[in-house]
């Protein structure tokens, strides 16, 4: 009976420190990293089918997102910053395939599960580790930089955004 108990535990222990999954599929690669150590009790776990569908909606959803950015941009004082934000975006969204992601999960007020997604310019010199590290962030970088959050009930993007140049 022991046995049996030290068998269970060694495999609950085991399956509790899951390490970080990599995921890739037609046009992304990134991975799906321990969304306790970001959002405690409300965090969420994913399932690979999520990320499918989050990826369907970002492809799906692009021609919106450049509008909604081109929208936001136009109602902003700053005409200089304005036409940056634009080419910004514009560059995310021609090159949106290239960016490393990194996939963390919460619920929201609702009990909405919300997987939000950050995304890396692998050719900053920015690689797979920094990218499972959920305390790692980007502080400006413009366009090498962007993310967004995805409703998982909704089936919506929102949120997305690039990065503030340097």
């Known amino acids: 009976m022991k046995f049996l108990l030290s068998i269970y535990f060694f495999l609950a222990f085991f399956f509790s ?27 969420a776990s994913i399932d690979r089918n999520e ?20 929208a936001c941009d136009i109602n ?21 395939s290239k960016y490393l992601r990194r996939y963390m999960a919460y619920k929201n007020y609702r009990g909405e599960k919300i ?14 580790d ?3 590290n959920p305390h790692f962030t980007v502080d400006g970088g413009g366009a090498n930089f962007w993310y967004a959050f995805y409703n998982v009930a909704t089936d919506k993007i929102s949120d997305w ?4 140049d340097e």
């Open 17 to 43: 420190c899951k390490q970080d999954e990599e995921i890739s599929g037609t046009g992304f690669k990134g991975f799906i990293v321990d969304s306790k150590i970001e959002y405690g009790d409300s965090s």
């Open 51 to 70: 990320i499918i569908m989050l990826e369907k909606a970002l492809v799906r959803d692009t021609a919106l997102a450049n509008s909604y950015f081109i």
């Open 76 to 96: 902003s004082h700053d005409s200089m910053m304005m036409s940056r934000n634009i080419s910004n975006k514009e560059f995310v969204i021609r090159n949106l």
């Open 115 to 128: 997987i939000s997604i950050e995304a890396f310019m692998p050719m900053t010199g920015i690689g797979d």
């Open 130 to 132: 920094q990218v499972k």
């Open 161 to 164: 955004d690039v990065n503030a």
